[in-house]
């Protein structure tokens, strides 16, 4: 075995907790990738770093963990990690991974950490688009993404944390309420954008928020936050 994939599973045994055991966490994480056509794409700034420190966090912890991303890979191989580049692939995988947890699992985790593009191409060009046939100004028309978090289906034993990220600081906590209650979720880690912990930064803070409170993590590295999303989620 590789020494990183020692290190880590002489981790887990150090820091595992018996709630975690047989409990199933599932992560998504990074930007969706839509086609323009064969060559081009519509994408976003989501590097995937937050998710793969969750990942890493509740393998710790003692979870069986799988994530889902089109970004970082997680720490080790004994995390299983699933490829996806667009939003089909991404709830194609989640939902296949959620219908094979559910008979077996001590309970589960979705941390829908993912930045789905909420619009995509209306049509995907085969073959390379050109500029000769497109004319001096072209317009791209997009149309609205299927919502991941509203087609997974619900169940008691599977808790779900979304992700919100925002610009405006004064409606953020608003939105994420919104949210937690519109798309029937059970926590939001709520990322108040700043040049500090902007897209593809290291360090993040998060408002966690529940229908009962909201608990705000101070700026810090990822895997530091992603301990704490940990602790927070285990009494949901
Ligand atoms: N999400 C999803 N499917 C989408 C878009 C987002 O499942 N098509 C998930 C994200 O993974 C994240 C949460 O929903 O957990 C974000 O919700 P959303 O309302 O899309 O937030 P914003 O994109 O910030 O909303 P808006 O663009 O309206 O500000």
Redesign the pocket.
């Known amino acids: 075995a590789d020494v990183e994939d020692i290190f880590y599973h002489c981790a887990k045994v150090l820091l595992r907790e018996s709630f975690w055991n047989d409990k199933d966490v599932i992560i ?1 994480g990074g930007g969706t990738i839509e086609k323009i056509d064969d060559v081009r794409c519509l994408t976003n700034f989501s590097s995937g770093k937050q998710a793969s420190a969750l990942a890493l966090a509740y393998f710790l912890k003692g979870a069986r963990v799988c994530l889902i991303t089109s970004g970082e890979s997680p720490a080790t191989k004994a995390i299983e990690c699933l490829h996806v580049k667009s ?1 089909d692939e991404l709830l194609k995988e989640l939902l296949n991974k959620i219908s094979t947890i559910d008979a077996t699992s001590n309970g589960a985790y979705l941390v ?7 619009y995509l191409p209306s049509i995907q060009h085969k073959g390379k688009l050109k500029k000769e046939a497109l004319g001096e100004n072209y317009t791209l028309e997009l149309k609205q ?6 087609s997974i289906p619900r169940s008691k034993t599977l808790k779900i944390i ?5 610009m405006d600081a004064e409606k953020a906590h608003e ?1 994420a309420k919104a ?1 937690l209650i519109k ?1 029937a979720l059970d926590a939001v880690c709520l990322n108040i954008i700043t040049e500090e912990n902007g897209f593809g930064s290291d360090k993040n803070r998060i408002d966690f928020i529940t229908k009962e409170k909201t608990i705000s993590l101070p700026l810090s590295n990822k895997e530091s936050i992603a301990r704490t999303i940990v602790e927070l989620s285990a009494p949901l």
């Open positions: 998504t939003t829908m950490a993912a930045a789905v593009s909420d993404n299927i919502d991941v978090l509203s979304g992700f919100k990220a925002e939105h949210m798309k």
